[in-house]
């Protein structure tokens, strides 16, 4: 959505004035905190409120000036020459709505990260509407994203594979769904595992957490699991912890034939020299079982839990919750997401932790730490431009020439070794 206006006083204040300075556009309270854009797409600043006058905004210098005091003082020079500009179309000036100012910071207004209709689809993905079109945007972040290797292609990584392996696979690994009323708002991958007598789904608590609460899991939750057979089920949450992002789903009427047995199985990953793995996910709306490899990595990202280790294997979120095994189809872990270096992942030894403290419990139970709650963000599904959404999924350092020692990512964070 975009209104226009004109500046009221002189524009020049939106460079060197003190105090909040108005325009004409008329906007409602959702658009506080939206920015505003001269026709040639120059930031000029950020909306507040409507008042009896105009649109009161803060200007662009003040901003900076504000933003400076919390910035280490080398990035200050590189923060002021910024251009805040945008790809917009020639309205006198634009205004819109619910903008997130932390990404003027990196150098430019990501507007393909905004639902500009409003309006929600049975997915929970933005609809699209006739700006998001006209501009070419693309809906990017969804769950429908493919990755790797389709099963049954006879290529890459499942021609690597033995049959037994690839057969495995295919039949304990399934997608889940979860829904508020009829509309989902998450899906990921599982994985049916033996644990405490019966045949139960390993996934991630992702799937049940609330979307508006991070550190709550969703009310009168409905979970779907779509089983490697193409049939629908009725799943049910039996035990989960949003602290370390594990959950156990049952399914009525069905057990699996194929399941894992991770609490018996001795491999120990850590101390094995082969670092080649394979991250397995299945897509819910379509089925589609798919697989990529790489290798083990000493990378660090900037998530919370420092026990989660990286892989150089690139998923999508809808391999979030899928198996990490190696080229024996061994399981190592349960996959994350991380959108730029690799996949993010729990090793079997944490999750073994985890399911010991979930024996004997009888009802849907919360596993934490007591300690400071882990965050595990994702990007939300949203209309961007090509060109945006591909420099987003470029590594830092990418591109850039290696020494000779190589290089690691620390905190997600390049780092070349010396």
Known sequence: MATTGILIGDSSGSEDGEE??????????????????????????????????GTSFVPKSIIIERLEKY??????????????RKRVHPWPYCSYPRANLLYYLHGYVRFGDIDRSGDLDSRSY??????????GLKLVNTFEETFGDLYGSGEGVWSQLDKTVCQNLCRAVVSLGSFSGETR???CTGLFIEWNGCTIILTSAS???????ENKIAEKLKIKVLLPNKQCKEGILQHYSLHYNVALVGVKDFRSLRSFRILEDRFNYRSHSDRNVVAVGRCFDSGLLMATCGRGTDWSGVLDYRDLRYTSC?????????????????????????KKIGTPFIFRDCIIRVLKH?????????????????????PKPCWRHPDDEVKDLLPPGDGEESGPFGFTYSDGVRVDYH
Not at 21 to 39: D, N, Q, R, V
């Open 71 to 84: 910035m280490p003082k080398k990035e200050v020079r590189t923060f002021r020459n910024t251009e805040f």
């Open 126 to 135: 933005p609809k699209p509407s006739a700006a998001t079109i006209s501009e």
């Open 314 to 338: 690139k998923i999508t979120k809808a391999g979030i919750g899928g198996p990490l095994v190696d080229f024996s189809g061994r399981f190592i872990g349960m996959n994350f997401y991380d």
């Open 358 to 378: 979930f024996e004997g419990k009888r009802t849907v139970d919360e596993s934490g730490s007591g300690g400071t709650p882990i965050r595990w963000p994702l």
């Open 207 to 213: 799937l049940v957490r609330d979307p508006n609460d």
């Open 185 to 187: 708002f998450f899906a």
């Open 20 to 53: 909040l300075m108005l325009s004409t556009c008329k906007i409602s309270k959702a658009w506080e905190g939206g920015p505003l854009f001269y026709c040639d797409g120059n930031f000029v600043g950020m909306n507040l409120f409507l008042d009896g006058e």
